[in-house]
Each structure stands twice: as structure tokens, then as C-alpha cells.
């Protein structure tokens, strides 16, 4: 998987991944994590750069949810207010 052309705007990062040969645009959204392991990113939006397509299958995309998400153990009373 090949990552490029990160534009992140307030908590929408959008970005270029090539997955088995082929490029798409994924836009995914920042969310605080509810637990210690919790996921920071899910996805909002995806498609084909070069017909819109939305061809991806549940796994690839998990795949690429696994990636950008990273397993941190995120101090959760930073988050409480």
C-alpha cells in the first residue's frame, strides 16, 4: 500500500492510496478515541481516481483502517474535561 498526498483539513484527511495496482482517494475523519486502544480515524469516503468507482472489498479496506490507525495507549483522562 502506497500512501501520498496527504491534505488534512480540521479533522478530514484526505489522501491518494494505491491498493493492488490501482490509485483511490480516501477521506477519513478524526475521532478522539473511547478507549485506550480506541481507532482515531474512520472512513468517510472513498473512491477510484480514475472513475469513481467504489470497488473495494470489506477487507481491503479494513486493511487500510489497520494501517493509519495507530495502537497507541492513549491516556484517557487528557481527553476529559
Known amino acids: 500500500m ?3 498526498n496527504f491534505i ?3 479533522d478530514i484527511l484526505s489522501v491518494e492510496v494505491t491498493i493492488d ?3 483511490y ?3 477519513v475523519q478524526w475521532k478522539a478515541p473511547e478507549k485506550p ?3 482515531t480515524w474512520v ?3 472513498y473512491s477510484t481516481k480514475e472513475t469513481g468507482n467504489k470497488d473495494l ?3 481491503q479496506i479494513n486493511e487500510f483502517l489497520k494501517t493509519i490507525n495507530a495502537n497507541w495507549n492513549w491516556n484517557m483522562d487528557d481527553f476529559k474535561k
Open 2 to 4: 502506497d500512501m501520498r
Open 8 to 10: 488534512l483539513h480540521r
Open 21 to 23: 495496482k490501482k490509485d
Open 25 to 27: 482517494i480516501i477521506g
Open 37 to 39: 486502544y480506541g481507532d
Open 43 to 45: 472512513l468517510k469516503s
Open 57 to 59: 472489498s470489506k477487507e
